[in-house]
Nanobody
């Protein structure tokens, strides 16, 4: 059974940093795509944050986080990280890890991912 478990979310002040981790068990995604999405409170839609392709290492970011967030993964694709710097109150959300067995394109569409974690809460205070 595939499981994605996120960790690292907490309350942080604006301008601070956090590192989120997503630990994958049950299979590896050595030829696939890993990504982070986020969902803000009040029922907003799931928003793409960042992705990384396993074989090429190519990353992609949303415009709202580009230059502030960095996605990385270990060689075995068992763990994916999201380093978040210069956090802003509008970054407050539940951050979810997603995985696909394929090198999908585009990487920003939630429906391209077959595996999801439960999420970790990030709250940025002003």
């Amino acid at each position: 059974q595939v499981q994605l478990v996120e960790s690292g979310g907490r309350l942080v002040q604006a301008g601070g940093s956090l590192k989120l981790s997503c630990e994958v068990s049950g299979r590896t995604f050595t030829r696939g795509t890993m990504a982070w999405f986020r969902q803000a409170p009040e029922g907003k839609e799931r928003e793409f944050v960042a992705s990384v392709k396993s074989t090429s290492g190519i990353t992609d970011y949303s415009d709202s986080v580009k230059g502030r967030f960095t996605i990385s993964r270990d060689d075995a694709m068992n763990t994916v990280h999201l380093q978040m710097n210069n956090l802003k109150p509008e970054d407050t959300a539940v951050y979810l890890c997603a995985a696909s067995r394929h090198a999908i394109l585009p990487t920003s569409t939630p429906t391209g991912y077959g595996y999801w974690g439960q999420g970790t809460h990030v709250t940025v205070s002003s």
